[in-house]
């Protein structure tokens, strides 16, 4: 379900956003926004993923197996999700 927001602007950006939607190919100043929000989401997303991980117990030594381990579980996950 889809609400709307109302965001005001200055004159400055609102010229900005509407250069990045004809220069990006954005079909509205929303898409772009949207676009902008995922990003942002992703950003933060990856952001608390990392700092877990930095803040989990070491559990052994990093090897090229650990690594195609996981490059494995990533193709697997992706296959499930397409």
């Not at 109302?6 to 949207?34: H, I, M, Q, T, W």
């Not at 993923?49 to 989990?56: I, T, V, W």
């Not at 690594?67 to 397409?82: D, G, I």
Request: proline share 4%; net charge negative; aromatic share 4%.
């Amino acid at each position: 379900m889809a609400t709307t927001m109302n965001v005001s602007l200055p004159e400055s950006l609102k010229d900005f956003v509407d250069e990045r939607v004809d220069a990006d190919g954005y079909s509205s100043s929303s898409e772009y926004v949207r676009a902008l929000i995922r990003r942002e989401r992703d950003r933060t997303r990856l952001r608390d993923l990392l700092l877990e991980g930095a803040a989990s117990p070491l559990t052994g030594p990093v090897t090229s197996e650990h690594f195609e381990e996981l490059r494995e579980r990533v193709r697997t996950a992706s296959a499930t999700k397409t």
